[in-house]
């Protein structure tokens, strides 16, 4: 793995070869001095590689449990993720292995507009809980800080739950409650469509950001000790999370807006207000949101198809339509690296993480096409300058500090508030 990374780096045309490639200085601070010039290309390697092994690697953002749906086998006979998966997936337990991973978030993701969503989203809890069981030497589930660690100092990856669509509560706080006692630690607000009290970033806004309900759902996922995932959710929706939150809030798949602007990134704003509620930035990984001209075309279009067609089924065809003229370019870790560096220069070293969205994307980055490559990310970043201590943040001691910040704030809003409950609708007998 490391000699195939390597050498690709090294490669032609390698982005590496220009000005960064020796180390330049880093904007945001004394932290990030210059590798030394004195270090040969092996050593470096030799370096990253001690560094990744030995690291919490963390992963915020992951859908396999969606593609072992849509694949129709999620008992795990003919999808055996020990087996390895090929091209059917981005995720298995051999490359999961090879790319290091400590710690993983799971996305029970559910589109908008599919049916029966609090059904649907139990049934995909039940997915990773099973591969926890069909797999207990290499998965184990974590639903606190503490438990991830253990199951990490016990040799297996630490399977966390993320859900990915608002639309899975239907609107009832009661099944906020019940998704964290399931084990739930984080909720994406919505994904691509505007719900009735979150806009979308990729959707037509109707409330401004976040409605007066969508204000009592961040109140109670700071009381569950829920992460906020800003992810998905509109410029102005985010300012409203970050004005109403009083706990640590997330991105967990989400680039830079200033390093390429399309609506699914991060203001900078926006980061500086992760920093401030002790949240993480976790960058993710898809080139159609990390490439700058690539990502402020699409969304130009978007906009202009939004204005076009009225219908959305005649919107998504004219996007499908423009996505075949324009396919999304595969870009590179270096490309990756400078939405990092951007976090990090507005956010601070805090409060910058990694997302991924593997098995979520179709089109992935050169030299980490899927979760095997994450060992490319602590190359480049070391290449880059960063010390070895703000590389283990990056890769994963953020986001447990986040976890546990989360944790004490919930516990401290239990002592202090009650449930937002709603009234029993009361209907007629039948």
Partial sequence: MWTTTACWLQGPGCPLALAKAEGDQLAGGTNYKPRALSETEAELNERAERLHRSALVIDGHNDLPWVLRVRGDWSFERLDLSRGLGDLAHTDIPRLKAGGVKAQFWAIFIPTTHPEPSKTILEQIDVVHRMCERYPETFAVATTADELEAAVASGRIASLLGIEGGVAIENNLA????????????????????LDWVDSATDSPRNGGLSPFGERVVREMNRLGILVDLSHVSAEAMRDVLRVSQGPVIASHSGAFAVAGHPRNLPDDVLRGIRD??????????????????????????EEARRRFANPDDYEKAVDQWYEANPTPKGSVAILADHIDHAVKIAGIDHVGLGSDFDGIETTLGGVEDVAGFPAVTLELLRRGYSEEDVRKILGLNIVRALRDAEATALDLQRRTAPEVDPPVQRSAQ
């Fill in 175 to 194: 099944l906020l409650r019940i998704y964290r006692r399931l084990g739930v630690r984080y909720m994406t607000l919505c994904h691509n469509v505007t």
């Fill in 277 to 302: 509620c002790r949240g993480v930035a976790m960058i993710v990984f898809y080139p159609g949101f990390l490439v700058k001209e690539h990502a402020e075309a699409a969304a130009a279009f978007r």
